[in-house]
């Protein structure tokens, strides 16, 4: 099953970066056998509109356009179903195994998605009840999709 990160913003280079990189290369390798892959990351420019909903607007109109062969979308969202680890690794395997090809997982913008976005939504996924960084979300996305397919491959990383 193909995965796709699209993100609205850009990871500066740094630790955010390095540490998306760590955890990216490492789902990478371990998602090969639980096919996951090929993985793809999308980086969008944050709208440019003089308001909120016209940013959020655009923004959904291109993460849909990048995330358009996906099966699957989970968007993001603070309002989101809330998952723990083995919840989120089941949910994906459910859908990986039910004939997905590909899953695309959308971070928005900092004004968050527009009604289009979260209208074509398969689940929408929150992170926790804080708000985080848009850079953070995605090193912390990176690090759980990881530990998702260390969990279905029987790897003892996850010790819970």
Not at 48 to 56: E, G, M, N, V
Request: proline share 4%.
């Amino acid at each position: 099953m193909r995965m796709i990160v699209a993100a609205v913003g850009k990871l500066k280079h740094g630790p955010e970066r390095e540490l998306f990189e760590h955890y990216w290369q490492r789902l990478e390798a371990a998602g090969r056998s639980v096919s996951f892959s090929p993985l793809r990351l999308d980086e969008l420019n944050e709208g440019r509109a003089a308001t909120a909903d016209l940013r959020k607007a655009d923004e959904a109109q291109r993460l849909l356009r990048t995330s358009g062969e996906a099966d699957v979308r989970i968007v993001l969202d603070e309002h989101g179903k809330r998952l723990d680890s083995a919840a989120l690794a089941a949910w994906i395997k459910s859908r990986r195994d039910g004939g997905a090809k590909t899953m695309a997982f959308l971070i928005g913008g900092p004004d968050g998605h527009g009604a289009e976005m979260l209208a074509s939504a398969t689940l929408g996924l929150s992170l926790g009840p804080m708000t985080l960084p848009h850079g953070l979300a995605r090193i912390v996305l990176a690090e759980q999709l990881y530990r998702a397919a260390t969990i279905i491959s029987g790897h003892p990383y996850h010790r819970a």
